[in-house]
């Protein structure tokens, strides 16, 4: 079992794309591998494509609530939550994020412009932030948090945790036929060189 003083996880999309799951998931997972962690949902304006985040922590720690500038570890489920996470990660954190843009409403209007990889990127260089990248053809834009997940699982990014720890948890959240298909998208990321 790993201990750490607290290891801080910031989850963030939009309503639809299964942050909710995504953060059981995880707060599973880790509770399979031995640690101790603690974890909360905000849901805002999820049925309307508003913004869903997750703080997870995993710990000797009392409040599950993260904040700004002290995040190890933020997953995005597209560009412009991807652009929010930045401001939560401490610097020399990691960011994963899935390349897409489900365009906030502002950007629709045209009252924002739409944030590009390009930007994320400057952000995180001049911060030390290390950034996943991830974007794959997926049979279901709903595993979107799936791919995440495989990458975190596949580059350790979450101490202590082992890609068996992260199926277990699928398994006890998903029907048998979801779980399947999920389950073959996050091993096939985990064997992708």
């Given at each position: 079992?790993?201990?750490?003083?607290?290891?801080?996880?910031?989850?963030?999309?939009?309503?639809?794309?299964?942050?909710?799951?995504?953060?059981e998931?995880?707060?599973?997972?880790?509770?399979?591998?031995?640690?101790r962690?603690?974890?909360?949902?905000?849901?805002?304006?999820a049925?309307?494509?508003?913004?869903?985040?997750?703080?997870i922590?995993?710990?000797?720690?009392?409040?599950?609530l993260?904040?700004?500038?002290?995040?190890?570890?933020?997953?995005?489920?597209?560009?412009?939550e991807?652009?929010?996470?930045?401001?939560?990660?401490?610097?020399n954190?990691?960011?994963?994020?899935?390349?897409?843009?489900?365009?906030?409403?502002?950007?629709?209007?045209?009252?924002?412009?739409?944030?590009?990889?390009?930007?994320?990127?400057?952000?995180?260089?001049?911060?030390?932030?290390?950034?996943?990248?991830?974007?794959?053809?997926?049979?279901?834009?709903?595993?979107?948090?799936?791919?995440?997940?495989?990458?975190?699982?596949?580059?350790?990014?979450?101490?202590?945790?082992?890609?068996?720890?992260?199926?277990?948890?699928?398994?006890?959240?998903?029907?048998?036929?979801?779980?399947?298909?999920?389950?073959?998208?996050?091993?096939?990321?985990?064997?992708?060189?």
């Amino acid at each position: 079992m790993t201990k750490f003083t607290a290891f801080n996880i910031f989850l963030i999309g939009v309503g639809g794309q299964g942050i909710g799951l995504l953060s059981e998931i995880l707060i599973r997972a880790i509770d399979y591998s031995g640690q101790r962690c603690i974890g909360v949902d905000t849901h805002g304006l999820a049925q309307r494509g508003g913004v869903v985040s997750s703080h997870i922590k995993i710990g000797d720690v009392n409040s599950p609530l993260v904040l700004p500038g002290d995040v190890n570890l933020a997953l995005a489920l597209e560009r412009h939550e991807a652009a929010r996470a930045l401001n939560y990660l401490k610097d020399n954190g990691i960011l994963v994020y899935y390349n897409t843009s489900w365009q906030p409403l502002p950007v629709r209007l045209g009252k924002e412009p739409e944030i590009k990889e390009e930007e994320i990127e400057s952000t995180a260089r001049q911060r030390n932030i290390s950034v996943f990248k991830v974007k794959y053809a997926l049979p279901d834009s709903r595993m979107q948090n799936i791919a995440l997940l495989g990458v975190v699982a596949k580059n350790n990014l979450v101490p202590g945790v082992e890609p068996k720890h992260y199926l277990m948890a699928m398994e006890d959240l998903m029907s048998e036929r979801v779980y399947s298909a999920n389950k073959e998208i996050f091993e096939s990321i985990l064997e992708a060189r």
